[in-house]
């Protein structure tokens, strides 16, 4: 009873992976699905246009505020009183008469006012505006590098989709290998040629082939859900590359170091020089400002009304000589993280260039590996073509011929996982050196 539990969810997962629908996909289609969709890229989108808002704002340096009200009173104040008739311009001689200075009746006074507030000179937020707008080129820079991530990340993904298919079919032929070794050894063992030890050994074979088949197809499945992750793709698919796994020779060479025009390395310099601006900012708000001001009212004892008016115009040198050394803080930090920031720039273009050697090497390590192993490809596909025939006239011994059987499967899966290795690190030098 307890086997039939065991075997239930197995089969349920075999009806399963059977019933997903197989889409096929090219490489080219998967990189624009990605670039359409991919959430990581519109993320990044989104982070330009944080950056893109905040520049906006900077508008306000040479841009004036304007300002609407209307405010309504009530009032006995004496002094009140007496300036809201003066603005309402129905100042009489009574009004003059000292009791009703001193006691004066309720008075409704509504003021509608245009107020405008006009920089001048504010040099500090010049250059603020400026740090603005190199974060802003920063994350246009960033966004770039982003797609340009995901562009390999989708090539590494689909590569793998293509290797575990590849494993799939080497394993798949290696059980049809494996069934007919075991019909000769049924054969031969009812013929009285071999002994039982030999028979459950290739049944052994035959079984271990399939277990690595189940786990070939649950590295399939791992990888076209991974793909269809970075497509940010929600229907429940199986994905086939209909591209195949073939060697891509390199034609060009590649840079020595990495390119300085590289999307992330000039968003980081970017980024060194808004760090830049705004320590000089910083320096800036020392000196004083100059604004500009004015604003127009109407007045009138009835609500929206506006029988008298006046207006007011100047400016305003203001200047904040001492904040209880906020301002020297301040300074000093921006100080800091503009050290920060060309130390961290120095460190990511020379990590940057660790990382081009270190992909140059996987290059050359993965074309001579390349070589070894296709050369081992073909010396143990003859030598299971020698053990067959030798099986086959009984001549072979059968652990001679499972070990011939096994190790060709494995280096077909070798030779294909190094075209896998030497494709990737071509991949990687290009993404590396991308200007």
């Known amino acids: 009873m307890k086997h039939r539990f065991l075997i239930l969810p197995f089969i349920i997962f075999v009806f399963f992976v059977q019933a997903q629908e197989t889409v096929s996909i090219s490489k080219k289609d998967a990189i624009l699905k ?6 990581s890229l519109k993320i990044s989108q989104q982070e330009f246009n944080l950056a893109k808002a905040d520049y906006k704002q900077t508008n306000a340096v040479f841009l004036p505020n ?41 008075i409704e006074n509504y003021s509608t006012r245009i107020e405008i507030l006009q920089p001048l000179i504010n040099i500090d937020g010049i250059y603020q505006r400026r740090a603005a707008k190199t974060k802003m080129e920063a994350m246009t820079l960033q966004t770039q590098r982003t797609n340009d991530y995901l562009t390999f990340e989708v090539e590494k993904a689909y590569m793998q989709l293509q290797l575990s298919y590849k494993a799939v079919d080497v394993l798949e032929k290696a059980l049809e290998a494996a069934n007919e070794n075991k019909k000769l050894a049924d054969n031969s063992f009812k013929q009285g040629y071999m002994q039982r030890a030999d028979v459950l050994a290739v049944e052994v074979r035959v079984i271990e082939v399939k277990n690595q088949i189940q786990t070939a197809k649950s590295n399939v499945h791992n990888a076209s859900d991974y793909l269809l992750f970075l497509m940010n793709e929600t229907q429940d698919v199986l994905l086939k590359p209909s591209d195949e796994l073939i060697l891509k020779n390199n034609t060009s060479g590649f840079a020595k170091k990495v390119p300085e025009s590289r999307a992330d390395i000039k968003a980081m310099d970017f980024a060194t020089q808004a760090y830049g601006n705004l320590t000089k900012a910083d320096k800036m708000a020392f000196l004083p400002r100059l604004n500009a001001f004015g604003n127009y009212e109407l007045y009138d004892d009835k609500i929206f009304q506006g029988n008298a008016n006046g207006y007011l115009f100047g400016a305003q040198l203001s200047w904040d000589v001492f904040q209880g050394s906020k301002r020297f803080g301040k300074l000093q930090k921006s100080k800091a993280n503009y050290e920060k920031s060309k130390l961290e720039y120095q460190q990511y273009v020379s990590k940057s260039n660790l990382e081009l050697n270190k992909a140059k090497r996987m290059l050359i390590d993965a074309e001579n590996k390349l070589e070894l192993t296709e050369l081992a490809l073909q010396q143990s596909k003859e030598s299971l073509r020698i053990r067959t025939n030798r099986f086959k006239e009984g001549l072979e011994k059968t652990s001679d011929l499972l070990i011939a059987e096994t190790q060709y499967a494995n280096k077909q899966l070798q030779y294909y996982q190094t075209i896998f290795e030497y494709n990737y690190a071509q991949a990687y030098l290009q993404f590396l050196t991308k200007e």
């Open 66 to 106: 304007i300002s609407v009200s209307h405010t309504g009173i009530a009032t006995t104040n004496p002094l009140m009183a007496f300036g809201s008739k003066l603005n309402q311009e129905i100042l009489s001689a009574n009004d003059f008469n000292p009791n009703l200075l001193n006691n004066p009746s309720q």
């Open 34 to 39: 990605v670039q359409e969709n991919n959430t």
